[in-house]
């Protein structure tokens, strides 16, 4: 076959040959021209060689480019983690040993608390939590009560000498109440004992809730010292009565103490509750043959109102007498104030609550 192209023209074409633009006729004639030409051939070979040695450098330099972008996204990444996490560490060591949260009042521990001869109150404040400590300790009044605030933070595992306890002497002159993070210390005149706060919590509005009475003896913790007891209510018609039957046998002088300690208070701490029956047998060298008694919201009005002018006469104090019972379970300062009067009269013995000789009838 006759070979028409001349070097010349090859040469021409050679551009477009090797990036493969020729058309196919065209394309023909060069190869033919190329596998009788040696010279045409080597130039066609330079051409192309150069190309494809750019083409390795280039694709090597993007593989490198790539590597670099790769290994740098990496670090990248590794450095936000780790940034990431030493925020998050100092923002809780940061909230947890310096900024602190506010106390709950269930959890502030008041101890030592007394008054002294200059009517000063004095206590030791601190949470009940042996990690966290109170900081920042600020005071403010208004209106006559005063009223404490603080910081509970976390204690520094570091810290040499420091003392957990806070000491406080706060001059009662003016006040009419003492607030403590949350928590009532002291009202006219009386320490708030956490007992009466602890108490208050288990009231309840009905008599027929087992396991609302089953918190209130819990809390006064009444099996310890009966050794054993059974409930049962009378909630058909009023008045409502919750009778106490104990397993063992007990001495009537204690059961009476108990009268006043722990009956008054199921009385007082169940709104609706009318009356406590108590049913017992003596122990047999007590000499006594009475099996049970009763507290009523009546009697304990009255024996309530007696030890309170008894009270104000002794004290030169202006306690209210209350016209019902009840209004002793309405605030912690009227609460404090029964146990305060119970406690007085340990020795008061006149009036004894209705006792039978026994469990059906009355004397």
Known sequence: MKNDLTCGVVRDLLPSY??????????????????????????KEDMAAPTGAEETAEAAKEVDFLRRVK?????????????????VMGGYLLKEFVIGRTPEAEYISIENLQVDAENNLNLLADTYWGAYELR???????NGILTYTAREVRVNPFQTAYRKQIPLSIPLKGLDEVWICGRLVWQEGLIIHPDTLRMLETKTPYCGDPAALGRIMDALQLQEFTGGHTVSLQTRERPYVLTLKFEKRINPFIIWDWTECYFFQILALVDNLDEVV?????????????????VTVEYATEVMAKLTESHNLRYGTDWPIHENFKEYAESPLEYQRMITLLEESCSYKQGYPLIWSDSSGRS
């Open 278 to 294: 108590y049913a017992f047998d003596p122990e047999r060298d007590s000499g006594k043959t009475v099996t049970g008694g009763r």
């Open 71 to 87: 290994k740098g996204t990496v670090k990248k990444i590794a450095l936000a983690v780790v940034c990431t996490v030493l925020l």
């Open 18 to 43: 090797v990036e493969n633009l020729l058309g196919e006729e065209s394309k023909e004639a060069v190869d033919r021209h190329l596998e009788t030409c040696p010279e045409c051939r080597e130039r």
């Open 136 to 142: 920042g300790l600020k005071s403010t009044e208004e």
